[in-house]
């Protein structure tokens, strides 16, 4: 038997790029300037598009492969694109000092995924046959890791920019999820999320401009006058 | 069929609006397809309570009596809403509010019209497939579009502060909903298990709910927590409610009309959903706590922000947070008349909420400040329609006797103190009568009082009819509730008081 057809080396597969993913998205805590943590949302969702991918091939579920086109045309290109094409336009480079500095970020990112372990551990189940439960173990731990530091990351965050980019990251998680514990949900779910997706980054965009052209600035942190 | 229609006629108004050119259409447009919505959902109600349950498209869409109520009473806030947008937003218009901001010289308002007149149909759209939808993903997926359809309007006016408030909606609804659909994702999982994967259907409702008590029951308990946090975000619970004050201050009157009762309503549908899918799996103990727990936080929230309020319509914000945990409350008491009395309060609250928000429109566009304190009182004699009807509706919404509302927070209570949970019912009737005491001294303050010698406001109708026949209604289902819909009300309690 050829290796490519082995379901365990697709789990190996899989889970090593579901590392790659958590890697990514600590990266993305510490990261200070925005084009690269563009990139490296884009680089996230690609992984997860290859992801989707391998979970097609091994387990003949052919209507994944389309969850993985969206994932790829949406996450990959199009937001991404238009994205770095305003961060180029209002001239913004760099995040200002986020409210954690990046050691504490680092660790807090790391304390997290130790929860999401733990919170993991409640679903595994090692006496059931190879499927989506001992897939979901790991991957699932990785799923709830990156939605948790994603949180962290708006919170964290002061450009509105940077939020968006953390909140499409916890989307990020949510996908993964969705893909390694049930195989994606069923497609008229897939299309409607990755639909919503799509007009909320430009609606959001937008309203990045929007602040941007009203406050000359994109710190959020200057949003503050409405209280009570 | 009349689903079909329901949809399809906001989604035609939003087209047609895009097309037309003169502000006269467009206002024809928008009250003709809110008159046709409303008379669709009527029928739809009336074809539920004959048939019991209507479905299309093969299970695709699909109304019992919870969604027909829903339904209907977003149909009912439209309605209310269309004719008073005409008026308020010709008012605004004259006032020069609505003159874009990028050229300062010019004054058409026609672009703010059309993106009033095109976006809130659409919004209207996502909220009638939220109830109609069958599968629990397509209804997450119209409950974020409704927020990505509002967020427009939420900037309506352009002022940097309405720009604050649409960021704050999209970013905390944004991660709300993230964890919405997060709880879905699990839910589905736990179902998965039992039903097999791939199957269209395995994330619908009428197949969920046969099947509940088999789930697997630790990833459903995870998943109700996550629901919770979301769509309770969506309702506006505390602690997750801060968007909602700034939400409701900036956006144009009709609007925060619509999202205090419309949108408040489907979030809560949602959640009721998934309550009575989760107490059918683990027992009613675990949700009701939760629920409890939440409700009477956001009850207790609204309390103090009431007492020391300034701004009108963050007054009302935070009566309709105050409501939504009465509701949250009453379905986490549970029972059949838990779930009875949740639904007599939703229904209550969507004809009193406009009410007030129209008075206090109308007073806002006389004074031209939303502050209760610049108002300083003898409104009544500057606006003799508006004025008394803001005094009746304060009223009915913080629950005096004999308006709708009182007898709805009342069962609620009942079943409070039927259950286990009589030390909350006790508290609960704490918070009740500091929150009557604040609305009624901050709106009585505005109504009450000399004259101020402002001339009085010249009479529109597109303004006071809606209002007047909104006191009617108030007044009347105090003491009348049509018997049909009584009995879809007391057919969706049912739906909702599983018996695991």
Redesign the interface.
């Known amino acids: 038997m050829h290796f490519w057809q082995d379901a365990q080396f697709g789990n190996r597969m899989i889970t090593l790029m579901a590392a790659l993913l958590l890697v990514l998205q600590i990266m993305m805590v510490t990261q200070r300037w925005l084009i690269t943590s563009i990139r490296s949302f884009a680089l996230q969702s690609l992984l997860l598009a290859c992801i989707a991918n391998t979970i097609a091939y091994y387990n003949n ?1 052919p ?1 994944i492969y389309a969850a993985a086109a969206l994932m790829l045309v949406v996450k990959v290109i199009l937001l991404p694109v238009h994205f770095e094409r305003l961060a180029k336009r209002i001239e913004v480079h760099q995040e200002i000092e986020p409210l954690v500095n990046a050691p504490i970020s680092v660790i807090t990112a790391g304390l997290l995924t130790l929860l999401a372990y733990v ?1 993991a551990e ?2 595994h189940r090692p006496d059931e046959r190879v499927g ?2 001992s897939l979901g173990h790991n991957t699932l731990a990785v799923a709830i890791a990156i ?1 948790l530091i994603g ?1 962290f990351m ?1 919170l964290n965050r002061r450009k ?1 920019l940077s ?1 968006v980019l953390a ?1 499409l990251s ?2 990020n ?2 996908f993964l ?2 893909i390694s ?3 994606g ?5 897939e299309v ?2 990755f ?2 997706v799509l ?2 980054g430009i ?2 965009a ?2 990045v401009h ?2 941007r052209d ?2 000359d600035s994109m710190d ?1 942190s200057r ?4 209280k ?1 | 069929m009349l689903i079909l229609l329901l949809l399809s006629i906001p989604l035609l108004a939003c087209g047609l609006t895009a097309l037309v050119r003169n502000r006269r259409s467009m206002e024809a447009i928008h009250l003709a397809s809110a008159v046709v919505s409303f008379g669709a959902a009527v029928l739809l109600a009336g074809e539920v309570l004959r048939q019991g349950t209507v479905s299309l498209f093969n299970g695709f869409l699909f109304a019992d009596s919870l969604s027909a109520l829903a339904a209907l009473l977003t149909a009912f806030a439209t309605l209310a809403c269309a004719p008073y947008a005409i008026g308020y937003l010709r008012r605004e218009e004259a006032d020069q509010r609505l003159a874009p901001s990028s050229d300062s010289h010019g004054t058409d308002a026609l672009p703010k019209l059309r993106m009033y007149y095109t976006l809130t149909p659409l919004f209207v759209f996502c909220m009638f497939l939220a109830v109609v939808a069958n599968n629990l993903g397509v209804m997450w997926v119209a409950v974020e579009s409704t927020t990505l359809a509002s967020i427009f309007l939420v900037t309506f006016y352009g002022r940097p502060t309405s720009l604050e408030a649409a960021w704050k909606y999209a970013m905390i609804g944004g991660v709300g909903l993230s964890m919405a659909l997060f709880g879905t994702v699990l839910t589905y999982y736990s179902a998965h298990q039992v039903l097999g994967g791939e199957s269209m259907s395995a994330l619908n409702w009428s197949v969920l709910v046969a099947h509940a008590p088999q789930f697997d029951k630790s990833v459903m308990r995870l998943a109700f927590i996550f629901i919770l946090l979301g769509f309770g975000t969506k309702a506006g619970m505390a602690p997750m409610h801060t968007w909602k004050p700034d939400a409701y201050n900036e956006a144009p009157i009709p609007i925060a009309a619509l999202m205090a009762t419309a949108v408040l309503n489907c979030a809560i549908y949602a959640l009721a959903r998934f309550n009575a899918l989760t107490a059918l799996c683990l027992g009613p103990a675990f949700s009701s706590r939760l629920l409890i727990l939440f409700g009477l936080l956001s009850v207790g929230v609204a309390v103090p922000f009431i007492l020391v309020q300034r701004s009108a319509r963050r007054l009302l914000a935070y009566s309709s947070i105050d409501n939504g945990g009465i509701m949250v409350l009453g379905l986490g008491f549970g029972g059949p008349l838990g779930a009875l009395a949740m639904l007599l309060h939703m229904t209550y609250h969507t004809v009193t909420k406009p009410l007030l928000f129209f008075c206090v429109g109308n007073a806002q566009q006389h004074t031209k400040s939303d502050s209760l304190r610049a108002a300083a009182g003898g409104l009544i004699h500057a606006l003799p329609i508006t004025a008394p009807m803001l005094m009746l509706g304060a009223l009915a919404v913080t629950g005096t006797p004999p308006f709708g509302l009182f007898q709805s927070e009342f069962m609620v209570l009942r079943a409070g103190f039927a259950g286990p949970y009589m030390g909350v019912a006790i508290v609960l009737v704490a918070f009740l009568v500091a929150i009557f005491c604040g609305i009624f001294h901050q709106i009585s303050q505005i109504v009450l009082g000399p004259p101020r010698g402002v001339p009085r406001e010249p009479n529109c109708p597109w303004k006071t009819v809606p209002v007047v026949v909104l006191s009617i209604l108030v007044i009347l289902t105090g003491f009348w509730l049509p018997a049909p819909l009584y009995q879809l009300i007391d057919g969706a309690a049912r739906i909702l008081a599983v018996h695991p």
Do not use: K, W
Request: hydrophobic share 70%; proline share 2%; charged share 5%.
């Open positions: 579920a209507y919170v409640a679903f989506a439960a939605f949180f708006m509105a939020q909140l916890m989307e998680g949510i999820a969705a514990l049930t195989y949900m069923p497609m008229i779910v409607g999320i639909f919503d007009v909320g609606v959001l937008i309203l929007q602040i009203t406050f959020v949003l503050s006058r409405l009570g």
